[in-house]
């Protein structure tokens, strides 16, 4: 950005993209070329010309470098646009406002804990995907620090301390990231006649489709919107606190103390807005007519709030209209196989990957499964239970962890199972299919311990597995919940 030639770092990472694109496990993935998928947020001077940001010092350039960041964060979020690695200089600091951080590698040593604290803050906030919603799954809410030593113990230093403040434990959340290897499959696993034999019962895909009627949404969203919490007029506060330092005898700082002095509230009882085009806004966020939304707006006898803030009001709105619209799809879906069209064998390629060794058990019968590993979220002793079950007992004759690129389609988000098994009744006469969900006993038992878009995609996974049949889905806390 504002020079066109490349630096070292953009032909080192062209020319490593380019080695992990051409990768089987990654075949497909990587879709988009190296040039288009890496680019740069610096400060630029007047003419154009890139120059350093200092900390302590900020420019209307640096301003306008993060301006940009914020100003684009909804649109780093679209699958459509190739952007996905982001150099920046001084960027990770208060003005930065993506949510998806996920690797930080500092390349200067830095001794302001401030700075490195608010670096570290920006990588650990749950991630979004694509529709702004939070994503809550560990595996994808990792953060990974490429440290020097002095990182490394401010690191360890601010864990001690948000253990001591808030009781939360790093055991088991902290791992070194070159404390991995290789998950791999087995020697000709395209061969195996038992994983042949499951693989039959579960690759044929679906589509699914959904009938409702309009006058059953718009009851729905006058209902929710009746229920919503009041929209306020703005409100400025005000705090006066007292800073306070100790320092020992040579100066150093030891511990910073605030007083809070004074405060005071300001409701903005005179501000006054333009009204947008408001059902034009909620119109482009869920694509429901105009005439649909005006009736959901106007049997709601909310809409005078609106002058009290508009822009809230609008995303209030419609973070509730697709809600019940989304609950109304799962009530009436329907899912259909799709005669010739079944998942790729070859997304079982995808499962080899490195991963740390805390989060894999390590297969001692390789003729009951694909891979040399199973991985296991570290931090659900039920599900590392569940993988060691189903290698040791004799009526589970083959299981495998499905790959995260084995997913079904949902109105609320991509579903992905965790097991496919293939487990003989007790007799030993007849072989039974399962895909398998792994919960904790409470969920096991009681699912509305569950969230409301995880139920709603185990909802559509049952209705998907009764379409494919001949495999049973099931949620489950241990093998011994695998009945028929």
């Not at 005078?304 to 619209?325: A, T």
Request: glycine share 4%; aromatic share 10%; charged share 35%.
């Amino acid at each position: 950005m504002g020079n066109p030639n490349q630096g070292k770092f953009a032909a080192w990472f062209e020319k490593s993209y380019t080695k992990w694109q051409n990768m089987p496990a990654y075949k497909g993935l990587l879709t988009y070329e190296a040039k288009d998928v890496h680019d740069g947020y610096f400060s630029q001077d007047k003419s154009g010309k890139l120059k350093d940001s200092k900390e302590t010092n900020s420019t209307k350039a640096d301003d306008d470098t993060f301006n940009l960041i914020m100003r684009d964060k909804e649109r780093l979020l679209d699958e459509k646009v190739p952007l996905r690695f982001i150099f920046s200089h001084s960027a990770l600091r208060e003005g930065w406002d993506n949510p998806n951080v996920f690797q930080i590698c500092t390349l200067n040593e830095t001794r302001s804990e401030v700075k490195k604290r608010q670096e570290i803050g920006r990588g650990l906030r749950l991630c979004v995907d694509q529709t702004g919603a939070r994503n809550i799954d560990r595996s994808v809410n990792r953060l990974t620090v490429i440290a020097n030593e002095a990182y490394e113990s401010f690191s360890k230093s601010l864990q001690k301390e948000i253990e001591d403040d808030c009781g939360v434990k790093f055991e088991g959340r902290i791992k070194n990231a070159r404390a991995r290897t290789r998950i791999l499959l087995k020697n000709k696993w395209m061969e195996d006649e038992l994983f042949l034999e499951i693989w039959e019962k579960i690759r044929t895909k679906t589509e699914y489709k959904v009938n409702f009627s309009t006058s059953e949404l718009i009851e729905k969203c006058v209902e929710a919107l009746k229920n919503m919490p009041k929209i306020e007029r703005p409100v400025i506060y005000r705090e006066k606190n007292l800073a306070g330092f100790m320092r020992d005898s040579s100066g150093k700082l030891l511990e910073l103390r605030g007083e809070l002095k004074s405060s005071k509230e300001k409701i903005v009882e005179d501000a006054k807005y333009d009204i947008p085009d408001f059902i034009a806004y909620i119109q482009s966020k869920t694509e429901l007519t105009r005439d649909t939304i005006t009736q959901i707006m106007l049997k709601s006898n909310r809409l005078d709030e609106i002058f009290n803030n508009p822009q809230l009001f609008m995303d209030n709105v419609v973070h509730l209209i697709k809600h019940e619209l989304e609950r109304i799809k799962i009530k009436n879906i329907q899912y259909e196989k799709v005669d010739g069209q079944y998942y790729d064998i070859e997304i079982f390629e995808s499962g080899e990957t490195d991963q740390y060794l805390e989060n894999l058990i390590e297969v001692k019968n390789q003729t009951k499964t694909l891979y040399n590993y199973i991985e296991i979220d570290a931090l659900n002793p039920y599900e590392k239970q569940f993988a060691l079950d189903c290698e040791k007992r004799n009526d589970i004759l083959y299981y495998i962890k499905l790959p995260r690129t084995f997913v079904v389609k949902t109105p609320a988000g991509a579903y992905k199972p965790d097991w496919v098994l293939i487990k003989k009744t007790n007799d030993g006469t007849t072989k039974n299919y399962f895909v398998a969900e792994t919960k904790d006993p409470k969920a096991f038992k009681d699912k509305t311990l569950l969230r409301e878009s995880e139920r709603m995609k185990i909802t559509c996974a049952e209705k998907h597995f009764e379409a494919v049949e001949n495999v049973h889905y099931q949620i489950v806390s241990s093998v011994d919940n695998l009945k028929v």
